[in-house]
């Protein structure tokens, strides 16, 4: 850890931030809007810096979860005409890495959910089945 990269870091007010110096992970939890309409479910996800590559999406047991990894980008200083090579003052961006999980309502179709993936935003769309309605049960007399 360098000098600018200490002084930078006491003025940010994220713990992620002060330890991504010494090479911690850091977590980062997306943003979701979910909307409901009388055919489906839709729920849109902010991630920008991904692509539909970095991201894995899973039902399992009316559970959908939404996870991604991110790796450290490996990249070498340049060196310029007549000094050094040159070397980082700040790298913050490491490691990140995330999992989110909702529980579906019962009428999810799971067989024909969705997922598309444009300009950072996941959207994930779930259609709805009907439920059975409830049975009304004669009561006969013995």
Request: charged share 35%; with cysteine; aromatic share 8%.
């Amino acid at each position: 850890m360098n000098e600018l990269s200490l002084f930078d870091s006491l003025f940010n007010n994220s713990m992620d931030d002060v330890f991504s110096g010494y090479g911690c992970r850091t977590t980062v939890v997306p943003k979701v809007d979910v909307k409901e309409t009388k055919d489906s479910y839709s729920l849109d996800m902010e991630l920008p810096g991904r692509t539909e590559n970095d991201v894995d999406i899973e039902i399992d047991h009316n559970t959908l979860t939404i996870a991604s990894k991110q790796e450290e980008q490996k990249e070498e200083a340049k060196k310029e005409k007549g000094s050094d090579k040159e070397k980082w003052l700040i790298k913050e961006r490491r490691y990140s890495a995330f999992s989110r999980s909702f529980q579906l309502p019962e009428d999810v179709d799971a067989e024909g959910v969705k997922a598309s993936f444009k300009n950072g935003i996941l959207n994930v769309v779930m259609p709805r089945k009907a439920l059975a309605a409830p049975k009304r049960i004669a009561i006969e007399c013995a």
